[in-house]
């Protein structure tokens, strides 16, 4: 990935949209990462990945709780406060 600080970046935000295209390019500030810019293709990729993420999800949790897999809220709570008081 090619990394640009935020001076450059705004300099040459033309190049970097070129560049974007073929992949994504950092952009530090203050020797930082503060983003990255990506085509719109690959944007819409990652979101459609997110959303199937989410959607397995929400469909485990369905599943879990069609089959009896739950706890009630009270019993998390102190079994988390058990696991951090140890």
């Given at each position: 990935m090619k990394?640009?600080?935020a001076s450059d970046a705004k300099r040459e935000f033309g190049e970097v949209l070129i560049?974007?295209?073929h992949g994504p390019v950092g952009i530090?500030?203050?020797g930082k990462p503060?983003?990255?810019v990506v085509s719109a293709?690959?944007?819409a990729q990652l979101e459609?990945?997110?959303e199937a993420h989410l959607k397995q999800s929400?469909?485990?949790g369905i599943a879990d709780l069609q089959a009896g897999k739950?706890?009630?809220?009270?019993s998390v709570i102190d079994k988390l406060r058990k696991r951090t008081n140890s």
């Open positions: 990394i640009l600080n560049n974007a295209q530090n500030r203050n503060v983003a990255v293709s690959e944007y459609a990945l997110k929400i469909e485990e739950v706890s009630e809220g009270k």
